[in-house]
């Protein structure tokens, strides 16, 4: 029974990531294209040619008390700002940004709210 219920969750978990519409408009970079350009996972439905985006990162540092570990300090920084160029189809779109900052896929991209 336990592992149908974790085939279950798994399934809900994988469908419901890239595929659904996101509450708050963010994404991620799906592609890095070059330093200037990428594919992210917001789609016509999140977002139009034009919109701005963020870009940001999360990092995370173990606190210690001497020898010992004691939890974690995470903060979320924005990187830089880009622009819907053009959209691929309703998962996904494609930004460019001034190049001022560096990304990665998996860098956590946002709409950014007026």
């Known amino acids: 029974m336990n592992k149908y ?3 279950i969750f798994l399934l809900i978990t994988i469908l419901s990531s890239c595929a659904s519409k996101h509450s708050f408009m963010r994404g991620t ?8 350009h990428a594919n ?12 701005p985006i963020e ?4 990092h995370c ?9 004691v ?14 160029t053009k959209l691929l189809n309703s998962h996904y779109s494609s930004v460019t940004t001034n190049g001022d900052f560096k ?12």
Do not use: A, P, W
């Open 5 to 7: 219920l974790l085939v």
């Open 29 to 36: 970079v799906v592609m890095k294209i070059d330093s200037n």
């Open 40 to 51: 992210i996972c917001m789609g016509n439905q999140d977002v139009s040619v034009g919109t």
């Open 55 to 58: 870009f940001f990162i999360h």
């Open 61 to 69: 540092n173990v606190v210690s008390e001497g020898e010992y570990s």
């Open 71 to 84: 939890g974690y300090n995470c903060t979320t920084r924005k990187l830089g700002v880009g622009t819907v």
């Open 103 to 114: 990304f990665d896929e998996g860098t956590l991209v946002q709409k950014v709210n007026k």
